[in-house]
Every structure is written in structure tokens, then in C-alpha cells.
């Protein structure tokens, strides 16, 4: 079945330093979807890539749509105590229900 | 804005006790989830339903049957509670659409099982 992975598992930096996740799926996807869960809280929709090569931005946040749309990054821009927390990312395949995979998460440490 | 509540947000039973987790959300969202939430097993999805009275199967059933009766609400129920149930669940929704399936999670239950 299909299966996305994400690494690392966890990442720990400095303050300031940048974080990069990694989002990889077995099968094309239509679209996928990044999350962020803070410490004790739920999953918070962050953005959604559709278009094959896409790079989005937030802030001091960038999300990449691979080519082939079977891998996505996200990347962190010198960051902060308040991007501490778990990043997931969630692939969609168009099948006749509206669910996604999602990956395992990165969870960011950020030592001030 | 949509909102998505549980029921508990801390729950504490004991082997073999039947137990409801209830989900309700107000945006009218066709789609419901059911997932647990382990320490470095992510969010596993136990199981969705589409539409009213429609439920199927996710990655990990067993164990769990769920009820959706009115379109709004959407509940787990844990028929005979084991301690390897202990976890977070979420409960997530989504509108059903071609271009995009933001889901939206409640702000989850700790089940806790003796």
C-alpha cells in the first residue's frame, strides 16, 4: 500500500541555525499537505503543494513539491523557540475517499 | 472558523470497559476521521466514514467499530478496553473536494487504560 516517510525522526538545533524536513511517498501524489503539531497540542494545517515542482512560502518557511510529486520538503529559516514542535506531512491520492497518508513526523527541538 | 471538539480531553478506564469517544464538528464537513497517535508511529488512521451511516476500515480496525448516525458527529467506541488502547486519539474533518482535503483535528482525547 502506500506508505510516506519522512526524516529525520527528530533535530535538534541552536537557535537560529535552519531545519529541513523530508517528506518521501512510495506512489505520485495529487497533492500533499504539511502539519505542525506543537508540544501537548493538535495538528495544525500549515499549506498544501498541488502543482508538480511547487515551492511555496510563510515567512521564514519554504515547501517544495518535488517533480516527479512523490517528495516534499520543508525548510526553516533561522529558527526560533516557537517553531519547536512536530512537523508531519500528509499525501493525497485521488481514490474514491478524501484521505491521506501521513508520514511519521520530524519533531524540531530548538535550544535557545 | 471550523471547529472540530471531543468529548474528553482525558479519559481514564479499565480493561474491558466499553468507552465512547465522541467527535463533533460544525462545518458541515462530509468526511471524518478516526486516528491514535503513538510516541514515533505518527498518526495511524483507525477508521473514516464519507457520509452518514458510511464507515470504512483505515490501517488499524481491530479492536475499534465506529458510529456516525448524524452527519455532524462521528464516535469510537472501544468495545472491551485493552491496555494497548492507551493513546491519543484525534478526531479529524474534511469537506469533500476535488482540489482540497485540509483536514481539521479536535483537540484530541488521552485515553489512558488499566
Known amino acids: 500500500g502506500q506508505q510516506v516517510m519522512q526524516i529525520p525522526q527528530y533535530q535538534h538545533v541552536q537557535e537560529g541555525e535552519d531545519f529541513t524536513t523530508y517528506c518521501n511517498s512510495s506512489?505520485?501524489?495529487?497533492?500533499i499537505q504539511w502539519y505542525k503539531q506543537r508540544p501537548g497540542g493538535h495538528p495544525v494545517f500549515l499549506i498544501q503543494?498541488?502543482?508538480?515542482?511547487e515551492v511555496k512560502k510563510q515567512k521564514r518557511l519554504t515547501f517544495q513539491f518535488g517533480e516527479a510529486k512523490k517528495n516534499s520538503s520543508l525548510h526553516i529559516t533561522a529558527t526560533q523557540t516557537t517553531d519547536v514542535g512536530t512537523y508531519f506531512c500528509?499525501?493525497?491520492?485521488?481514490?474514491?475517499?478524501?484521505?491521506?497518508?501521513f508520514g511519521p513526523g520530524t519533531s524540531l527541538s530548538v535550544i535557545p | 472558523d471550523v471547529k472540530v471538539t471531543q468529548s474528553s480531553r482525558y479519559l481514564v478506564k479499565r480493561t474491558g470497559e466499553k468507552v465512547f469517544l465522541e467527535c463533533v464538528q460544525d462545518?458541515?464537513?462530509?468526511?471524518m476521521f478516526w486516528y491514535r497517535q503513538d510516541p514515533g508511529l505518527g498518526l495511524r488512521l483507525i477508521y473514516f466514514?464519507?457520509?452518514?451511516?458510511?464507515?470504512e476500515k483505515g490501517d488499524i480496525p481491530e479492536g475499534y467499530s465506529v458510529s456516525r448516525e448524524k452527519k455532524e458527529r462521528f464516535s469510537l467506541i472501544l468495545e472491551s478496553a485493552s491496555t494497548n488502547q492507551t493513546s491519543m486519539y484525534l478526531c479529524?474533518?474534511?469537506?469533500?473536494?476535488?482540489?482540497?482535503?485540509?483536514?481539521?483535528f479536535g483537540p484530541g482525547t488521552r485515553l489512558t487504560v488499566l
Open positions: 500528509a499525501g493525497y491520492r485521488k481514490t474514491s475517499y478524501d484521505k491521506v497518508i
Open positions: 506512489t505520485t501524489l495529487s497533492n
Open positions: 479529524a474533518s474534511t469537506r469533500t473536494s476535488g482540489s482540497s482535503n485540509t483536514q481539521y
Open positions: 503543494l498541488v502543482k508538480s515542482g
Open positions: 466514514s464519507y457520509d452518514v451511516k458510511m464507515k
Open positions: 462545518m458541515d464537513h462530509e468526511n
